[in-house]
């Protein structure tokens, strides 16, 4: 552990340091949910906001993101530092931190990247599984708690998906709005996979319409559940407006649809403790 620790230490006086080795020597703690986290770094986080936003997945949840462990550092990059070509998940590609943040560094990061573990990487917490994974998110690229914790929610979303797959109730809800024309998405994955699976709107599915693509149909209610599950989580963590969303690529989802799928979240995945899922609407004057 000396030699360990001496390796670290020299690691940060170089610059970067690499994420492996980072996993290795960080704490990583264990949320009540049953969330692994852990800091590294100059973050610019307050302890107490970062537990709560952690907290904030429901336990049945956390329980899908097992073998995952977030860690927030100020900035991740790829070897290289081409982070753009090298993408968020990490192939050949060796990922480093910067223990600082830097102007430089940070025009050549990226928001997080994911880095496969293998086993014993997380002994510290009681977690050595195969095929464990770190998610090392760049806290100082995300300039303030609604950006950072969306972006954690984002990756919860997607392991959940990646996990546990989606819900029949919520397969069917989404379908069904799709094939109604409902306006808009809540990301643009979800956006053009809805719009290559029904292919014609309302006529999709009708006799005489255009063909189901099934694959396509799949990516698309996969990515509306991984999003629906990223901001009902993002609204238990903080209060926002769902315009803060909007994107200029696609129109978002229309606000009452959203409702319905929130809704069905919700039911499925009540809140922790100290936590409350509301939704306000807002009259037009």
């Known amino acids: 552990m000396v030699e360990g620790a001496k390796a670290m230490a020299e690691s940060i006086q170089s610059g970067l340091v690499q994420a492996t080795q980072v996993a290795r020597e960080a704490t990583v703690r264990r ?45 991740a990059l790829a070897e290289g530092r081409n982070a753009e070509s090298a993408g968020h998940r990490s192939g050949n590609e060796e990922t480093t ?19 496969a573990l293998g086993g014993g990487a997380e002994k510290g917490a009681g977690k050595n599984d195969e095929g464990s994974e770190g998610v090392f998110i ?8 609604f950006s950072l914790a969306f972006e954690l929610f984002i990756n919860v979303g997607h392991a959940f998906v990646d996990a546990a797959g989606v819900a029949e109730s919520f397969s069917e809800l989404a379908w069904n709005q799709a094939v109604a024309d409902v306006r808009g998405e809540t990301s643009l994955d979800a956006w053009e996979c809805r719009a290559q699976a029904v292919g014609g709107g309302q006529n999709a599915g009708r006799e005489g319409g255009p063909k189901i693509d099934e694959k396509a149909k799949t990516e698309f209610i996969e990515a509306a559940f991984s999003d629906a599950i990223a901001i009902y989580l993002l609204s238990l963590s903080v209060d926002f407006d769902y315009s803060e969303l909007r994107e200029r690529e696609y ?33 037009r004057a």
């Open 31 to 75: 949320a009540a949910n049953g969330v692994y986290f852990a800091t590294f770094g100059e973050t610019g986080l307050d302890d107490a906001d970062l537990v709560r936003m952690v907290q904030a997945v429901p336990s049945a949840v956390a329980a899908a993101l097992g073998r995952k462990t977030y860690y927030f550092v100020p900035l």
């Open 97 to 115: 931190i910067s223990p600082v943040y830097t102007a430089e560094l940070a025009e050549q990061a990226i928001c997080h990247r994911n880095v």
């Open 138 to 145: 760049s806290t100082r690229l995300l300039s303030d708690r």
């Open 251 to 283: 129109p978002l989802l229309a606000p009452q649809a959203l409702a319905e799928r929130l809704r069905l979240v919700a039911r499925l995945f009540p809140p922790n403790a100290e936590y409350e899922f509301a939704i306000r609407y807002r009259r």
